[in-house]
């Protein structure tokens, strides 16, 4: 069974950057696709990107692309989303996913970006 553990959420400005970081234990995760999700107040749960399991090939939302960069180390079992030039838009829960069936999902990192 895999767990996944989200950190580096925080309050920030706008323009301003953070990463975040999911941690994976329980079993490896290198052979998966693994993405970001991310919910604000009172909407659905969003896309935002995912990576497949060499970190060749990467997927971005329209609203964060050439301002997010998803990585992995595989040797951590970790994955990365670097988040340059935030908006208070961005401002919601971040979730890492797994896409095993079924997905498996961490608990969230808050982010708030004040304008």
């Known amino acids: 069974q895999v767990q996944l553990v989200e950190s580096g959420g925080g309050l920030v400005q706008a323009g301003d950057s953070l990463r975040l970081s999911c941690a994976a234990s329980?079993?490896?995760?290198?052979?998966?696709?693994m993405g970001w999700f991310r919910q604000a107040p009172g909407k659905e749960r969003e896309f935002v990107a995912s990576?497949?399991?060499?970190?060749?090939?990467?997927v971005y939302a329209d609203s964060v692309k050439g301002r997010f960069t998803i990585s992995r180390d595989n040797a951590k079992n970790t994955v990365y989303l670097q988040m340059n030039s935030l908006k208070p838009e961005d401002t919601a829960v971040y979730y890492c996913?797994?896409?095993?069936?079924?997905?498996?999902w961490g608990q969230g990192t808050q982010v708030t970006v004040s304008s």
């Open positions: 329980g079993r490896t995760v290198t052979g998966y696709v």
């Open positions: 990576i497949n399991w060499s970190g060749r090939s990467t």
């Open positions: 996913a797994a896409y095993i069936a079924p997905r498996v």
